[in-house]
Nanobody
């Protein structure tokens, strides 16, 4: 059974940086893509970024493009999210997820992801 464990969240001032990591474990781990999603209090969960496991192709939400960078390290079954120029509106619980197949050609659909981590809090103060 695959498990995802996030780390790296915390409190940072606006303009600062944080680096989130997501480690996948389990003998049967196989991923088509891994993504990061976030959910702020009172808001719906939203797509942040995703990376295709096979070739490292990346995708970003418009709100984070140019500020966040997602990458994967296949040998360690790990995906990271480097977040720079953070804004107070980036405050949320960030969760990583993995999808085992390409269901629709879209990587932003949360319901297509099979396994989720427990989430890590990111708080950006103004």
């Amino acid at each position: 059974q695959v498990q995802l464990v996030e780390s790296g969240g915390g409190l940072v001032q606006a303009g600062g940086s944080l680096r989130l990591s997501c480690a996948a474990s389990g003998r049967t781990f196989s991923s088509y893509a891994m993504g990061w999603f976030r959910q702020a209090p009172g808001k719906e969960r939203e797509f942040v970024a995703a990376v295709k496991w096979s070739d490292g192709t990346t995708y970003y939400a418009d709100s984070v493009k140019g500020r966040f960078t997602i990458s994967r390290e296949s040998a360690k079954n790990t995906v990271t999210l480097q977040m720079n120029s953070l804004k107070p509106e980036d405050t949320a619980v960030y969760s990583c997820a993995t999808k085992s197949r390409d269901y629709s050609g879209r990587l932003y659909r949360a319901y297509e992801y099979d396994v989720w981590g427990q989430g890590t809090q990111v708080t950006v103060s103004s």
